[in-house]
């Protein structure tokens, strides 16, 4: 199975930062890698897809980049409801499609 | 509009069994492959199992094979997951999601708990 490991696990920003954070995939996955917002007791939201693709109504503050292992989803200037957590998923090799295990963005 | 609405969760004791239910509407429900993906309290997602847009092909994460079913209605535009012989490790949010093209989660229903405990 391939396993995506996220990093940090957690972080603290201002609004008005820009974040940046890493998915690494234990094998090589293209670019099939797909990245997820989740906020409090809400079900996730499709950000990018296929790395790099803003999904439709998404604010271009979000974008994404990478092929093969490594990943970034980057916020270019984080806004009060960016604050939630952030999902990576691979969909290369499936069954079993794996997520990452988050990446907490919080206020500072 | 494009929607996913779960039913089912609740209270249940382990060995016991259930089934969650996944209605959904604004698309064409036979044409796409349909995800479960729970969510333990406080702790990451985790993918559950995914049945193709006909009911051809099911596929289940190890820790549910042989105990969780997958099945679609596309009559009644529902999905359902039938989970027996349930474990305290079941507790979690269940959520449906529609596949699409590259195998990105889109839409997500809203979620429904099952809590397993005697």
């Known amino acids: 199975d391939i396993q995506l490991t996220q990093s940090p696990s957690s972080l603290s920003a201002s609004v008005g930062d820009r974040v940046t954070i890493t998915c690494r995939a234990s094998?090589?996955?293209?670019?099939?890698l797909n990245w997820y917002q989740q906020k409090p007791g809400k079900a996730p939201k499709l950000l990018i897809y296929?790395?790099?693709n803003l999904q439709s109504g998404v604010p271009s503050r979000f974008s994404g980049s990478g092929s093969g292992t490594d990943f970034t989803l980057t916020i270019s200037s984080l806004q009060p409801e960016d604050f939630a957590t952030y999902y990576c998923?691979?969909?290369?090799?499936?069954?079993?499609?794996?997520f990452g295990g988050g990446t907490k963005v919080e206020i500072k | 509009q494009v929607q996913l609405v779960e039913s089912g969760g609740g209270v249940f004791q382990p060995g016991r069994s259930l089934r969650l239910s996944c209605a959904a509407s604004?698309?064409?429900?036979?044409?796409?492959?349909m995800h479960w993906v729970r969510q333990a309290p406080g702790k990451g997602l985790e993918w559950v199992a995914v049945?193709?847009?006909?009911?051809?092909?099911?596929y289940y994460t190890d820790s549910v094979k042989g105990r969780f079913t997958l099945s679609r209605d596309s009559s009644k535009s529902t999905l359902y997951l039938q989970m027996n012989s349930l474990r305290a490790e079941d507790t979690a949010v269940y959520y449906c999601?529609?596949?699409?093209?590259?195998?990105?989660?889109?839409?997500w229903g809203q979620g429904t708990l099952v809590t397993v405990s005697s």
């Open positions: 999601a529609r596949e699409e093209e590259w195998a990105q989660f889109d839409p």
């Open positions: 604004g698309f064409t429900f036979s044409s796409y492959a």
């Open positions: 049945i193709s847009y006909d009911g051809s092909n099911k």
């Open positions: 094998q090589s996955i293209s670019t099939y």
């Open positions: 296929a790395a790099s």
């Open positions: 998923q691979q969909s290369y090799s499936t069954p079993p499609l794996t």
